[in-house]
């Protein structure tokens, strides 16, 4: 048969763009302020603080689980627009703490919520993981696989810190933060400019199960970092990233109203600022301060908490760009719902 004859797949029609139309969050129910992490490890709360920007963390309990916190976080954002899971098409975790290779956490929380059809898969590119996720909700609205993308940044790190590396032991956190995706007329989601800096691929790493083995005292398996090697590249390589992906939104940085980067260090979103030359009617997100590091669930939750408190808006323009271990960026210009 020549090719001519032979019979021509269709492709499907997707949305001509996607937005995100609601967010929901949870946060570990456990405070631990500075003070009380001094208790753990050789600090003082103002080192921690100046450092950082960080005065307290949310630790989940035990039934707090990455699964639970998915689950509600998701339920949260899809009340929001009167949806429930049956209306959910694609359920995408980003994740580094679901602990089970197989299956998915994205399949345990379609499941919860109730959609039990939907496709569902996990992305792990760490503290870039929503924005990785985003795009690909993105594309999947945009090629017609999905009308409605749940896509949610959960972790819990608190049992992966390594108490004794007095280092990084005070940064990591636990929450969850989800994001309906769904299709729009105008473009809510813009291109997105990710990839890694392989060549630095051994910064930030956990352990695997081997290694835990040799640790019976140990749980889970822990986060190792060289925090002032992804700081120097926070400053050179997301930089840059960050003013691509206002190039490739085709705005200008006057006209942006919210900075949502990931939230590793206060210093790390100062330098960002500068650097950008952000002008000061940008609102700039400082979640960390009482919410701590929580990797893929950091930019979700900072932007439902910042729409929560009044310090962002609907239809806000907003630049979200998250970084870490691989090390891996992405970033890109969306509009709040
Ligand atoms: O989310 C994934 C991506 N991760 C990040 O983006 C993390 C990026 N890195 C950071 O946020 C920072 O590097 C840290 C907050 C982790 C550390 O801050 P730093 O300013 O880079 O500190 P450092 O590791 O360079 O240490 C400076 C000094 C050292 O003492 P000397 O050698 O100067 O005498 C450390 O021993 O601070 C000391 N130090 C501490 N002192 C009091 C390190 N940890 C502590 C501590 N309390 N907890």
Known sequence: MSLSTRPQIVQAQGSPSSRILATGHVRGSRVVSNEE????????????????????????????????????????????????????????CATVSHHRPSPSL???????????????????AACAGFCYSLNLADAMIRNGSAATVLVIGVEKLSEMINIADRGTAFLFSDGAGAAVVGRSESVGVGPAVWGTASDQVETIEIEDWSQVAGHPEQNH???????????????????????????????????????????ANDRITDALLRHLKLPESVTVCHDIADMGNTSAASIPIAIDRMLERGQAHSGDLALIIGFGAGLVYAGQVIVLP
């Not at 700081?231 to 900075?259: N, Q």
């Open 37 to 92: 992490m001094c208790t753990m490890i050789d600090s003082t709360p103002e080192w921690i603080e100046q450092r950082t920007g960080i005065k307290e963390r949310r630790w989940a309990t035990e039934e707090e689980t990455p699964r639970s916190m998915a689950v509600e976080a998701g339920r949260k954002a899809l009340a929001k627009l009167g949806l429930s899971g049956s209306d959910v098409d694609a359920v995408i």
């Open 106 to 124: 994205a399949t345990y929380v379609a499941h919860d919520l109730g959609a039990f059809t939907a496709a569902a898969f996990d992305t792990n």
């Open 221 to 263: 398996p822990l986060i190792a970092m060289d925090g002032r090697a992804v700081y120097k590249w926070a400053m050179t390589t997301v930089t840059a990233k960050a003013a691509e992906a206002i190039e490739k939104a085709g705005i200008t940085p006057a006209d942006l109203d919210v900075f949502i980067p990931h939230q």
